[in-house]
């Protein structure tokens, strides 16, 4: 008989070295000091701070019984809700068979990378898991370092430079507006200009439009209007409609790259499957269109402009550079100004920046380095959702119906973060 063998498997040299996600790990540091009795202020995590909407809560009751695995590609009346939706908001038209509902739109970036052989374009900073995912996968990671003076925004230039080194090398270009982690977002002649680019090139460009629906004036703009033929939207329920704990992601693509969302589908049977039923029959609502989710989206909008003004206007006075946000939940605070006071208190890089206000101050933030940004960098991404977001609305709906929003209602809904940015000031000050 054949002497068995001792089998002894590594890690995977693509894996090891990875940490756990920044935005992850942040949450369960700030939830570990708050049970250890720390005064913590939750600035680290970008988690919506509102309910989910009542008629989706609602669906999602009616639902509960619901049992069945749906289709791997998602639900079909999902998926011609959502295609309806674009249809409505963007003008780009599409149909439910251009559309892939998944278990958050971060596996389907994964799916994405795993189906098309091709280097990923990363402009930074930018959201903590696209390179990680591209890592695991053995693909090649291209940064595109953006700047300061363009509120960390990809230029066209800065595009067009990557491409040309090797033109017809097969890219995936992502695209994340407003943006994680700065918050600024682009104008339609900006988008055109990318798009001729990306079209140029024969990128696939992979809009991230998660927090589209939380631009703060409500005029967010999809790059597949100029661009329709080789962008893939992706978005889902956590931001915009408060539900990140469904898990609900999806994928828009064009007719011309229907190939590879077949593709992708192939790989979800056999991974996840089909993404959880009674969550996509409640999605179906989300979608579709409804007077009191307009009006909730509506409230959402204008606090989120209020606040972020607010603590914007804060920063400014403190000497700290950010782009002023335009939506989504994100400041990205540059503390640059500092630089000589914080090298004498031992502190040169964001992370041990991030580490120290953590430990003097109880303000969670998370280094820009985890967003690819240079380690000596003094900058960090800060999230202003430590408030009751059910609160706010109430308070934006009820109180201040005919006139805006000011700083009486920043001081009323928002009283922790103004310690926090109190208490940053104070930090600031030190020698």
Request: hydrophobic fraction near 40%.
């Amino acid at each position: 008989m054949a002497k068995r063998q001792n089998v002894r498997i590594d890690l995977n040299l693509n894996i090891r070295g990875l940490k756990k996600s920044a935005t992850l790990a942040i949450n369960e540091q700030s939830r570990k000091l708050q049970a250890e009795g720390r005064r913590v202020y939750k600035l680290g995590f970008g988690q919506s701070p509102f309910p989910v909407p009542e008629p989706v809560v609602e669906a999602l009751r009616s639902h509960a019984h619901e049992k069945d695995y749906l289709p791997v590609k998602g639900l079909e009346a999902l998926r011609q809700a959502i295609a309806e939706f674009y249809e409505r908001q963007q003008g780009i038209k599409r149909t439910a068979e251009d559309v892939l509902i998944g278990p958050g739109s971060k596996e389907l970036l994964f799916l994405l990378q795993l189906a098309y052989y091709g280097d990923l374009v990363i402009p930074t900073p930018s959201w903590v898991s696209y390179s990680p995912q591209a890592i695991i996968l053995g693909r090649r990671v291209n940064w595109v370092k953006t700047h300061q003076e363009n509120d960390w925004r990809l230029t066209p230039e800065e595009l067009e430079s990557l491409c040309q080194i090797d033109p017809e090398r097969p890219r995936i270009v992502i695209l994340n507006y407003p943006a994680n982690p700065t918050g600024a977002t682009y104008t339609a002649a900006r988008l055109k200009k990318l798009a001729e680019i990306a079209r140029k090139y024969k990128v696939i460009l992979l809009s991230d439009e998660i927090y589209g629906e939380l631009h703060h004036s409500g005029k967010h703009v999809s790059i597949a209007r100029y661009y329709p033929e080789g962008t893939i939207i992706s978005s889902g329920l956590s931001k915009w409609c408060g539900a990140g704990g469904w898990r609900l992601g999806m994928f828009v693509f064009p007719e011309e790259l229907r190939w590879l969302l077949d593709a992708m589908a192939i790989v979800a049977s056999e991974t996840f499957t089909s993404t959880s039923a009674p969550i996509q029959y409640a999605a179906v609502e989300a979608f579709r269109p409804h007077e009191e989710i307009d009006k909730y989206l509506a409230q959402a909008q204008r606090v989120l402009r209020a606040v972020g003004r607010y603590f914007h206007h804060q920063l400014t006075e403190m000497r700290v550079f950010a782009p002023k946000p335009q939506g989504g939940f994100y400041l990205f605070p540059n503390f640059a100004f500092y630089e000589n006071n914080l090298k004498k208190r031992g502190i040169s890089n964001s992370h041990q920046l991030c580490e120290r206000l953590l430990e003097d101050t109880g303000l969670a933030l998370l280094p820009s380095f985890d967003f690819g940004r240079p380690s000596e960098e003094l900058t960090a991404r800060l999230s202003y959702v430590d408030f009751d977001g059910a609160k706010a609305l109430d308070v934006a709906r009820t109180q201040y119906a005919d006139k805006s929003l000011d700083e009486a209602f920043v001081v009323e809904c928002c009283s922790e973060m103004l310690e926090a940015f109190s208490a940053l000031r104070e930090w600031l000050r030190q020698q």
